[in-house]
Structures are given as C-alpha cells and as structure tokens.
C-alpha cells in the first residue's frame, strides 16, 4: 500500500517515524509525500506542551479529511499523544483506526494492515539492525542513544509517556553508526532524554566518555554532536574527550530551565544560578571554544519579578551562544498541575520576548566579535530562501535548532552536502553568520 506520514515533535520523535518507516518499507509498502494519494496515513504525535498537542491534533484532523476526499482507508495515530490521551482520541475523533504509544513502534506494519497491536507498556528500544528510512538529509542523522527518563522535574509529562530510562548497548548504538556512515551520514547527533546519564541505569561508569571514544573512530564520521545533557550528570571525563578529539563536537546542550533557586526547587531541578556559573565556567575551562546552549522555562507556577530579574541577570551574565525559552504549560498529570498557574499568559509572553530579546542583543554582540575569524564549516546545501546561495553549519551550530551559515561567492556546484570547508566570517545577519570560503581549501 501507498503510506502517508506526519512526524511531529522532537528529534527523539522522528527517529522513532524513521524506525516506523524502515518498518513499513522492509514489509513492502511503499512511502508517499502526497496525502491525496495514501492508501494509509500515519501521524506520529507530540504532547510535550499545549501548543505541540494542538499541533498534534489539527494534524491528525487534517489527516482525517482524507478518508471522505481521497483514497485513504485508515489513519493511525501514533507517540505521545497516543500514549497519553489514547482512548480519548479514538472517541473524539471516529476516523482513527488504530493508536499506537510511544512501547508500540515495533507494531506499525500490524496497525496499517488493520491487525490489532499488542498493547504494550513505554519500554521500546531501537534493536540492533532495525531498518530505518532517513527523514533528514541523508548526510546528518539523530542516534538515540537511549529511552526513557527516570528524573521527576515538576513540568514534564515524559516519564509517564515514555517510561524509566533505559540506555542502548554500545554495540547496538556502533553497529548503527556504522551503517550510518555508509550510507554518507558524515554527521551523527545523540539524542536522548538525558544524554549525559547514558549508562548508568545499567551500573556501567563513564560510559558515555567510552562510547565516544569508539564513535571517532567510526570511519566516515566527521563530526559527533551531543544533544540533551542534564547539570548534575555532565562528567569530566566526557568533557575530557570533547577537548581532545576532533570529530567530538565542542557543544553543549544544557537544558537549565532557570536559574532562581527558588523556581527551581519548585520544578525539582537541582541547582542555582550560582552553582550553575559555576558548572559553566568548569565546562569553559575543560573545553577551549565550546559553544553553550541551554533552555529556559518562564512564567512558572510562583515565579515573581525578581526571580524573572534573576533570571535574565543570569542570562546576561553567561552569554549563552544559543537559548531558547518556552512560557509554562500547565500539564495534567504533571507534578506542577497540582499549583496554581498563576503567572498570567500575557506576563509568561512579555517574559518570554524580553529573555529572547536580550539574547539577540548578546548573539549580535559576539559575532561582531566574529568579524574575520578563520571557521570551519559543514554544508548543507544550497539555502531554501535563495538557491544560489550555500547553507552550512559551523561545528558549534546545530541543525533546525541554531543559526547557521550563509557562504558568499560559492556556488552549489562548487560543494555537496557533507562537504566541510573551511572559511572567514565577513558578516552576520542576526543568529546567522555570511562566511566567504577560503580558496582550494575543502574537505570532502
């Protein structure tokens, strides 16, 4: 059968729609772009917040429409949303034919062929050698390293959708990357709930360190970017090897969510502004050039104007090279839904528009700093807004989440997707840098 597919929410997501798709095709089915022409359609949801729920569900309405004006037969709804609001849908919307939660990837091909899935509990691991169909370029992919989460931050609905943590085998997780590699993947992203704690849920010490040691040396590999580390399981010793290789990429990825003791007691999360100064100057200090990003949560339950004044005073004084803020989404089942959201959504907005302001101001600051610096970049391809033109990355830029780099007087011809090239900053346009190439100096 022809099958459509929605993917919505995170990295962590879309691997699980890659793994779906690897599925589906190993069985036969053939992938559609054009919903109009899916014999079948697969959504596979986000519920991380309000705003990605309603995402979720204008998408799987969307989709609906197609089974009384086009060909469609079923729609399966799938991932978080399917996993906490499971019966919910089905009575709310009559056209889903089958559900699957987050422990149910391995069912897809039972869901479209209309056989009943075997409900299952979240505990789904990406096995060794599963197929996978790339959604991304096909020279960066997302690895999740592992599943799950076991902390109990009071704004996050992930544990109950996708059960305790639960890392892969480092085999599993090299035997991917490998294959990977030879499909022209020359950047790999590890993803996972809590990146730095991999490992440690099977009593295995310093795990993630060995596990990167054995990735550089994946042939093909160029650059290994580590997404979603947590403060207070961030180690010295994957610090150590982020400083010494060059294929670990010098970044960071801190979600902090604030910096008030006081807010943070009350989400559950460990730390205060100061022993946060105090881990980033640590980080600073053990990896020369690394690039710091982090995330932020404002208008939580409580959060008065001077704990928001902490927070920006933090912001400014940290000069995070990449941030993002999201206002509080008071969610059911989560700790926090049992206080009072009483930080009204249009202060949650001021809040969240004067943290972002102040670091457009910061990211101007410090790429005039940039002016002339020698940089080594990846491409990704000719830009979507002017097709003449290079699109690349930086080694401290991350894909979708970053700024990234405009190169001037290079043609697409010139270079391929995966290229690295090596260049000077000339100019900067907001988040984003305008790189000039170095002359006969590529690597392929």
């Known amino acids: 059968m022809k099958i459509g597919f929605v993917s919505l929410g995170c990295p962590k997501n879309l691997v699980d729609s890659e793994l779906m798709l690897g599925l589906l095709r190993q069985a036969g089915h053939d992938v559609t772009a054009e919903a109009s022409e899916a014999e079948v359609i697969v959504v596979n949801t986000c519920a991380f917040i309000e705003s990605a729920q309603q995402e979720s569900v204008d998408a799987v309405l969307e989709m609906a429409g197609f089974k009384s004006g086009g060909r469609c037969r079923r729609l399966v709804v799938a991932g978080c949303l399917a996993e906490r609001f499971r019966d919910r849908l089905s009575e709310a919307i009559g056209e889903i034919d ?44 997302y690895l999740k390293v592992a599943e799950g989460c076991s902390c109990s931050c009071a704004f996050c609905v992930i544990p109950s959708l996708r059960g305790p943590y639960r890392s ?30 991999y490992g440690a849920d099977r ?17 093909g590999l160029e650059w290994v970017r580590l997404l979603y580390l947590y403060p207070t399981t ?62 932020l949560i404002v208008g939580f339950p409580g959060e008065t104007p001077g704990e928001f004044e902490e927070l920006a005073s933090f912001v400014r004084d940290v000069r995070f090279d990449h941030l993002g803020v999201f206002a509080y989404s008071h969610e059911e089942g989560t700790p926090a839904y049992r206080r009072v959201d009483d930080v009204p959504a249009s202060v949650k907005r001021a809040r969240r ?12 600051e410090a790429h005039r700093r940039r002016i002339g610096e020698a940089v080594r970049l990846m491409v990704d391809g000719a830009s979507p807004e002017h097709g003449l033109v290079l699109r690349g990355r930086l080694e401290s830029q991350a894909p979708e989440i970053d700024g990234c780099v405009y190169l001037t007087g290079a043609a697409p011809g010139r270079a391929r997707a995966g290229d690295l090239l090596d260049g000077r900053v000339v100019a900067f346009r907001d988040y984003d840098l305008v790189v000039e190439p170095l002359p006969g100096r590529t690597g392929g």
């Open 168 to 197: 892969r085998p480092a085999s599993s997780i090299l035997a991917e990357a490998r294959a990977l590699s030879e499909r022209g993947v020359r950047e790999v992203l590890l993803v996972s709930q809590d990146t730095s704690r």
């Open 203 to 219: 009593g295995e010490r310093g795990a993630l360190a060995r596990l990167l040691r054995r990735l550089e040396r994946v042939d």
């Open 234 to 295: 961030i180690g010295d010793d994957v610090l150590d090897v982020m400083a010494e290789s060059p294929k670990i990429c010098k970044y960071v990825d801190l979600p902090l969510q604030h910096a008030a003791p006081g807010v943070l007691r009350r989400m559950k999360r460990p730390g205060s502004g100061t022993t946060y100064r105090r881990l980033l100057d640590r980080i600073r200090a053990r990896v020369p050039g690394v690039a710091l990003r982090t995330t």
């Open 98 to 141: 089958a559900v699957l939660g987050t422990g149910e990837v391995a069912d897809i091909v039972r869901a479209v062929s209309g056989t009943p899935a075997r409900r299952r509990a979240p505990g789904y691991l990406p096995p060794a050698g599963a197929p996978r169909t790339l959604a991304t370029p096909p020279h960066y992919a």
């Open 353 to 364: 528009n004067a943290i972002m302001g102040l670091q457009k101001r910061l990211v101007r």
